[in-house]
C-alpha cells in the first residue's frame, strides 16, 4: 500500500522538477544548481522504485530513455504539416506582400507580420491530451511522419504535461528540434575523442539523434526544442493572433523564440532580416532564414494555402553558408611557427555571402578523417566571418582520376626536415628563420597594428623583400636603404619615404608590444602584457629562470619552455641585439605586483562574443587592474562578463549565483578605473 504522504511527496517532486526544467529550459533562468535538480530527481527516483503504482508517464524520470525499439511506427498528421515558399531578396518579399494584399482586396496597406529565426533542424509535432504529452512525431512528408515519442520524451524543452490551465484538451504544437552550436561542438569533441566521424552540421546531427531506435542515447544529445505553430486543436479556445498563441505555448511550459517579433508592414520585415543577419553568428543556434507569417489568424485563414505552402507566410533564406565544388588542388603553407597546414584549392563557387576559391584543410589527421582525394568533390561551409572549410566529401561523385593527397616529407618552401611533435596532429618545418615561408611570417606579424604597427609593410612587399634577399630577419628592416627600397616593384618615392617613416616611428614603442612583436610561439598579447607587467623591463625578463616565469599569471610550463627557448637561441637574440641598436626603445614598466590594485583578488570570466573590444582586450584590460582571468567558471569565480551567445560558462554562474555584468558595464568599470579603451 502506498502511503498518501509518499503520494504526496511524489507529486510534491514532480511539481518541482517540471518547474526547474520550465525555468532553465523555456524560460532560461535557472533558479537553482544542477545538484539541487539531481538531489530532487534521484529522491523520486528511489519512491517511483518503492512501488510501480507510483509510477506515471509523465514523470519527469522518465526522460532517461526507455527500452529500444525495433522500427518507428507510421503516424498520420490529421492536419498536414505544410512547407513553406522561399523568398531570396527583399524583390520576393515585395511581391509576396503585394499577392496578399490583392487576394485580400486591398490595394495597399500595412499588414501586421509575425518575424520569427528559421531554425535549422528538424520539424516534430507534438500531441498533448488533456495537457499530457502522448506522442511525438517527425513531419515526413507532411501527410504522415514517424512515431517518435520515446525519442522526444528525452528532451528537457518539451514538457511531459503542460503547466497552467485553459489549453485545449487536444493540442499538437508543431516546431524544431535542434541542436544548439555549442552542444554540437561538445558531442563532436567526444565523437572524435572516441575515434568516430564528426557529424557535418549541427542539422545532421539533430536528424540522427532522433533517428535513434534506442532513446537512450538520445537522452545523451543535447537536443532543444522549440515551438512555432499549432496543428490539431479541439475544443477549448486560442488567441486570435499567432504570437499570442505563442505567448500562450510559452505559459504552457513550451519554449519559444526569443528573437520573435511582430512588425508592421513589409519595409519593417526587410529591417527585421537585416537586423537578425547581423546577430546570426552570434545566436547560440543555427538558423537559415527568417519566417514572416502573417499575425492575424483569421486574415490567414482567407489566404488559404497553395500546393503544400500556406500563402500568408514565406522563409526569407539567407545566403547558403554550405555549397559543393570540386577539389583542384592541394598546396601546404608554412607558418610562422612553421606549422605545415593543407590548403584546398577550389574551384570558386559563391557560398555565404561570397566567392570562396581556398579553404583550409587544418592538417594530415583532418585529411584522412575527410578521405578527401584531388579532384573530388567537397562540401564547403562558410559561416559568417569564419574561414571557409572543407566538411565532407561526396565520394559518389568520386571521378576516375582522383589522386591521393600525399603529405610532404621535406618543407615545401625550404626543403628543410618536417617533424610531427608527439600528441600533436601538426607537422611543422624545422627550418627556423632559414624558411623563408616562416620569415616572411614573422616578419608579416612583427610588423603587424597590434604589434609594431608598421604601416605601408603590406603583404607582398614582405614577399618582395625576402624573395630578393634584401630581408633576412626582423632587425633587417631598420637598415633597409632607400635606393634598394625604390628599386622594388610597385614603390614609387611616396611610398619609400612613407614606409621609412612608418619604420623610424615604429622605433618608440612598449615593453608588452615588443614582446608580442618577436612572435615567440604561444605568446599572445594578454601572455605580453603579463609578462611586461611582471617584470618590468626586458633585462629581467631575459633573466628569469623557468620556475620565475611559472610565477607570472597565466603562464604554464609549455610556454614558459618556448619562452626559454627563445632566450636561450643564439638566432633569436642576435636578432632582438639588432633591433636595440637600430633605436628601438620602450620605457620600462613600474613592477605590478596585483595588490593594490582595485580588482586585485578576484578572478573573472569572459564568455560570449564583446561587441566593442574583443574578448582578449577585456580580459588584458581586467588583468591591468590586478584581476585573474579564468577560463572556466567554479565557485571561485567572482563575476562574470557575458556578451551575445554566451552558452555553458554564463548557465553555471547564474546557477551559481556568481554576479553577471555585459560589455556596458564592463566598459563603466574601465572607465571609471582611469583605462583607456
Ligand atoms: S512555420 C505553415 N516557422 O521550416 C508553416 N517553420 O520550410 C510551416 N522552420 O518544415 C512552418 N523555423 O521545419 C515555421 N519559425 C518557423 C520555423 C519553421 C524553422 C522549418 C520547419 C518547416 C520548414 C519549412
Known sequence: ???????????????????????????????????????????????????????????????????????????????????????????????????????????????????????????????????????????????????????????????????????????????????????????????????????????????????QLDPRVTATRPLEMCCYSVGLVKGGELPERHVEILQKLKEWGLRINSQMQVVNGIEACDAYYESLAVKRDALPYDIDGIVFKVNILALQERLGWVSRAPRWAIARKFPAQEEMTELVNVEFQVGRTGAITPVARLKPVFVGGVTVSNATLHNSDEIERLGACIGDTVVIRRAGDVIPKVVSVVTSKRPGDAEAIIFPRRCPVCNSEVEREADEAIYRCLGGLVCAAQRKAAIRHFASRRAMDIEGLGDKLVDQLVDEGLLESVAGLYTLKRESLLDLERMGSKSVDNLLAALERSKHTTLPRFIFALGIR????????????????????????????????????????????????????DVVTGLREAGLQWPNLAVQSAEGLPLAGQTWVVTGKLESMGRSDAKAHLQALGAKVAGSVSANTSKIVAGPGAGSKLARATQLGIEVIDEAALIALLNREGVSL
Open 522 to 573: 604561444e605568446v599572445g598579447e594578454a601572455t605580453a602584457l603579463n609578462l611586461a607587467n611582471h617584470f618590468g623591463n626586458w633585462e629581467a625578463l631575459v633573466a628569469a629562470s623557468e620556475s620565475e616565469l611559472l610565477k607570472v599569471d597565466d603562464i604554464g610550463p609549455i610556454v614558459a619552455d618556448h619562452l626559454r627557448q627563445f632566450f636561450d637561441s643564439r638566432t633569436s637574440m
Open 1 to 211: 500500500m502506498v502511503s498518501r504522504e509518499m503520494a504526496l511527496e511524489v507529486e510534491a517532486l514532480r511539481e518541482q522538477l517540471e518547474e526547474y526544467n520550465y525555468q532553465y529550459h523555456v524560460l532560461d533562468d535557472p533558479s537553482v544548481p544542477d545538484a539541487e535538480y539531481d538531489r530532487c530527481l534521484r529522491r523520486l527516483l528511489t519512491l517511483e522504485a518503492a512501488d510501480s503504482s507510483l509510477l506515471r508517464a509523465d514523470s519527469p524520470t522518465q526522460r532517461v530513455g526507455a527500452s529500444p525499439l525495433s522500427h518507428f511506427q507510421s503516424v498520420s498528421h490529421e492536419v498536414p504539416m505544410l512547407s513553406l515558399e522561399n523568398a531570396f531578396d527583399n524583390q520576393d518579399m515585395v511581391e509576396f506582400n503585394r499577392r496578399i494584399l490583392s487576394r485580400l482586396g486591398e490595394e495597399a496597406g500595412s499588414l501586421e507580420y509575425a518575424c520569427e529565426p528559421k531554425l535549422d533542424g528538424i520539424a516534430v509535432s507534438l500531441l498533448y491530451v488533456d495537457g499530457v504529452l502522448e506522442r511525438g512525431a517527425t513531419r515526413g512528408d507532411g501527410r504522415s511522419g514517424e512515431d517518435i515519442s520515446q525519442n522526444v520524451r528525452t528532451i528537457p524543452s518539451v514538457p511531459l504535461r503542460l503547466r497552467g490551465s485553459g489549453f485545449p484538451p487536444v493540442l499538437e504544437v508543431r516546431g524544431e528540434i535542434y541542436l544548439p552550436k555549442e552542444g554540437f561542438e561538445r558531442l563532436n569533441e567526444l565523437a572524435r575523442a572516441a575515434g568516430e566521424k564528426p557529424f557535418v552540421n549541427p542539422r545532421n546531427a539533430a536528424a540522427g539523434s532522433l533517428r
